[in-house]
């Protein structure tokens, strides 16, 4: 049992045992004060639910006049149960009412003295139901602070979110205008060249350069959200793999996978795997033999890119980019592993596993 129901019971118990106690502390237990006394605190635990039925079973204790303890517990729940102010005070009345009757009846009291009795049954009865709606509103005042705090966190986060927001669409913009601006010059110029020149393998060259061209600025396009993502599928990457070597990289592949319950995130962080690994094979270790090896098994995509020692002089083609942490990352946040490092031939071995599922 846990320890919050354990402090309840014990509370509860108490609510219970000291009412009683305070009434068999009295002389004369078989009497009809003590008795209904007892019995009205043994049912208070009936005010949890009940508190207007308890403060009424309490009543024929009150009249016998030992019945203020318990009454005192169960106007307190009915106090916490936050009836209508006029209702809390008709129950107070009552209370009041039925203690000071018998006393009224049976007594010979000056003015004066009634007064006091009156004064005193009436805080008696008013004092816990007072106690118990204060309580009660203070338990609501702090839910109603704690809503208002979630509130303004949740209304601060959706601005700043909308600050992020607009900051990565200002960036994009920036990118799509800046390198866009460029990357068409490329594509216009690679045009002229092949329409301009006699000799073929420069017009080949050309147009595979226009082609290339326009096929960065679709990506860039989708990359930053204004175009669609079809190229990066799975059954784009032998493509990927003969722009490459058309390149002139040498490049293999040797299994290929086209597996429909790989989701569109899984096969665009794999075609950026490959894209990506090929990237730095060809910058950092040129006229290396690649390898792109695919398969799928055990729930996951798995990816094997190796290339051997580089057999030329690297070139500077001026790229500062993230590289294999921003690769790294991009397989994190699919929910992948990548293990990246140098193999015994001299060369490199990029290994990422995807999970087909999220």
Same mark, same amino acid.
């Given at each position: 049992?846990?320890?919050?129901?354990?402090?309840?019971?014990?509370?509860?118990? *108490?609510?219970?045992?000291?009412?009683?106690?305070?009434?068999?502390?009295?002389?004369?237990?078989?009497?009809?004060?003590?008795?209904?006394?007892?019995?009205?605190?043994?049912?208070?635990?009936?005010?949890?639910?009940?508190?207007?039925?308890?403060?009424?079973?309490?009543?024929?204790? *009150?009249?016998?006049?030992?019945?203020?303890?318990?009454?005192?517990?169960?106007?307190?729940?009915?106090?916490?149960?936050?009836?209508?102010?006029?209702?809390?005070?008709?129950?107070?009345?009552?209370?009041?009412?039925?203690?000071?009757?018998?006393?009224?009846?049976?007594?010979?009291?000056?003015?004066?003295?009634?007064?006091?009795?009156?004064?005193?049954?009436?805080?008696?009865?008013?004092?816990?139901?007072?106690?118990?709606?204060?309580?009660?509103?203070?338990?609501?005042?702090?839910?109603?602070?704690?809503?208002?705090?979630?509130?303004?966190?949740?209304?601060?986060?959706?601005?700043?979110?909308?600050?992020?927001?607009?900051?990565?669409?200002?960036?994009?913009?920036?990118?799509?205008?800046?390198?866009?601006?460029?990357?068409?010059?490329?594509?216009?110029?690679?045009?002229?060249?092949?329409?301009?020149?006699?000799?073929?393998?420069?017009?080949?060259?050309?147009?595979?350069?226009?082609?290339?061209?326009?096929?960065?600025?679709?990506?860039?396009?989708?990359?930053?959200?204004?175009?669609?993502?079809?190229?990066?599928?799975?059954?784009?990457?032998?493509?990927?793999?003969?722009?490459?070597?058309?390149?002139?990289?040498?490049?293999?592949?040797?299994?290929?996978?086209?597996?429909?319950?790989?989701?569109?995130?899984?096969?665009?962080?794999?075609?950026?795997?490959?894209?990506?690994?090929?990237?730095?094979?060809?910058?950092?270790?040129?006229?290396?033999?690649?390898?792109?090896?695919?398969?799928?098994?055990?729930?996951?995509?798995?990816?094997?890119?190796?290339?051997?020692?580089?057999?030329?002089?690297?070139?500077?083609?001026?790229?500062?980019?993230?590289?294999?942490?921003? *690769?790294?990352?991009?397989?994190?946040?699919?929910?992948?592993?990548?293990?990246?490092?140098?193999?015994?031939?001299?060369?490199?071995?990029?290994?990422?596993?995807?999970?087909?599922?999220?």
């Amino acid at each position: 049992m846990s320890a919050v129901r354990w402090r309840v019971l014990v509370l509860e118990a *108490l609510a219970v045992a000291i009412p009683a106690a305070a009434v068999l502390a009295t002389p004369d237990p078989f009497g009809y004060a003590v008795v209904s006394g007892v019995v009205a605190a043994f049912l208070l635990p009936l005010r949890k639910r009940w508190p207007r039925i308890a403060v009424l079973l309490c009543m024929p204790a *009150l009249a016998g006049g030992l019945g203020w303890p318990a009454t005192i517990v169960a106007l307190f729940a009915l106090g916490r149960a936050q009836p209508q102010a006029r209702s809390l005070i008709a129950w107070v009345l009552l209370a009041a009412g039925v203690s000071v009757a018998p006393v009224l009846i049976l007594q010979s009291l000056t003015a004066g003295s009634v007064v006091l009795t009156l004064a005193y049954v009436l805080l008696a009865a008013g004092a816990p139901v007072a106690l118990g709606a204060l309580v009660s509103l203070r338990q609501q005042l702090a839910e109603s602070l704690r809503r208002l705090e979630e509130a303004t966190a949740a209304e601060l986060e959706a601005k700043a979110e909308t600050a992020r927001a607009d900051e990565r669409s200002r960036i994009a913009r920036e990118i799509h205008d800046a390198v866009g601006h460029h990357v068409t010059l490329i594509a216009v110029e690679s045009a002229a060249l092949s329409a301009t020149t006699a000799d073929p393998a420069v017009q080949e060259t050309a147009s595979r350069l226009r082609g290339l061209a326009k096929q960065a600025l679709d990506e860039m396009r989708a990359t930053l959200g204004l175009g669609s993502t079809g190229r990066a599928r799975l059954d784009t990457i032998p493509e990927l793999v003969g722009q490459a070597r058309a390149a002139g990289v040498e490049v293999e592949l040797a299994r290929e996978v086209s597996d429909p319950d790989v989701p569109p995130a899984v096969e665009r962080a794999a075609y950026r795997v490959v894209q990506e690994a090929l990237t730095n094979a060809s910058k950092h270790a040129p006229g290396s033999v690649i390898t792109v090896d695919l398969e799928s098994r055990a729930g996951a995509l798995h990816i094997v890119v190796t290339n051997s020692a580089p057999r030329g002089r690297t070139v500077d083609v001026g790229s500062g980019g993230s590289g294999l942490a921003g *690769l790294s990352e991009r397989v994190r946040m699919a929910g992948g592993q990548l293990d990246a490092r140098p193999s015994d031939d001299g060369g490199f071995r990029l290994t990422a596993v995807l999970p087909k599922q999220r």
